[in-house]
């Protein structure tokens, strides 16, 4: 039952049969204490259910084990040595065919009431917010759920997603909650951080161009 | 430090000379691989190699797919002047297998398959697992990471022109 759990939580979780992974480095740590900080910012920037508001996307932290009723109390986003929760970007996508048949009805409503043959563009875009709107209050946002793992000791968090949007998302929402940058590691910022050269490689590394490797 | 965008932009050829040179070691020079990693017993080229020609201001990008990658069109589209952008890589360590894809332009890891963990019946089983599954992702981070440091200290040295090109470039044309 359990396992059913984790396995529908997401095809890209930590315990799936096949992962993704972003990796960052973390530049420093929280202040102390520290897993009070990390609460803090978790529960501030917990998820917000939108399901009966009319925002289209929300994004905030949920708990690794129960993405669908956050948790983080009894630290429970402490395995071992690690930090580890999710991140969950819930959206409501409302099919453009709908949008399309709703907003018609409404524009003819709108005409046959004023009794004109034409709106402005302003009424027609007017019309068009209003009936996402009311559409966005009766469609449920889809959750979609990103787990990572924070190593404070070594200042490194690995995200399971190679997604841009997702990748985004994690490094504001991550800004905002804990005050601290996430760098992602792509060819530059591996060899300039994580690869040990000295000052005066690191001078090189910024001349390099590319090799020719046929003549 | 640069800015990120900048950066990530500007050296990403980095990405795909690192991937070149993998390809290189892996045929040529195996005890690069064990120096990086002491309880590796291969690491071989899996079912896709991507590679890329940029030519005259257009990119031409040339995917190898099937088992054993077909090396003879990779090495054919090097020495038209490409370079890989992607590699999927099967990585043995004892009796155990990793599988995963590598992207250049990033170094992110995609569609990584470990051995085999332990199942989670119960909630106090996560826990194991999951440790068991972050040693297994770390042993192909730590990989590629020493691999990677490897070859740029190599990269920001005359040594690379002087010496690895010119092996490299002797291996594409042979």
Known sequence: ?215 | MLDVAVSYNRYKFLGYEFLTWLWFVMENRQEILKESDKELVSLDIGNCIVLENNKNDSIESITIKGDKAGLEEGILSLQKGAVVTELNLIYKAGNNEWRFNIKGENLNISSLKTPETGHVETKEDIEGVLLEKVFLYEKIFVLMNNLYKHFISLRVTNRWEKDVVLQIKKWIAS
């Open chain 1, 1 to 215: 039952m359990f396992f059913a759990i984790l396995k529908n939580r997401g095809i890209m979780g930590i315990l799936s049969s096949s992962v993704s992974v972003t990796r960052y480095k973390v530049k420093s740590n929280p202040e102390k204490p520290v897993l009070e900080k990390v609460y803090n910012g978790l529960t501030q920037n917990a998820i917000q259910e939108i399901d009966d508001h009319p925002l289209e996307k929300t994004v905030g932290w949920t708990s690794f084990e129960n993405p669908y009723i956050p948790d983080f109390e009894g630290s429970s986003f402490v395995i071992g040595p690690y930090l580890v929760f999710s991140m969950r970007l819930d959206r409501k996508s409302i099919p453009p065919k709908v949008i399309q048949k709703h907003y018609a009805i409404e524009m003819a409503r709108q005409l046959e009431k004023s009794g004109r043959k034409y709106l402005s563009r302003n009424e027609k875009k007017s019309i068009k917010d209003h009936v996402i709107d009311v559409l966005s209050l009766r469609i449920p946002a889809t959750p979609n759920i990103y787990d990572l793992i924070w190593n404070m000791e070594e200042s490194w968090l690995w995200f399971f997603s190679n997604l841009k949007a997702a990748n985004e998302e994690l490094e504001t929402l991550f800004s905002k909650s804990f005050r601290l940058s996430l760098i992602r590691l792509f060819p530059y910022t591996t060899a300039d951080l994580i690869s040990g050269l000295s000052d005066a490689d690191r001078d090189l590394l910024l001349q390099l161009s590319p090799t020719k490797f046929t003549e």
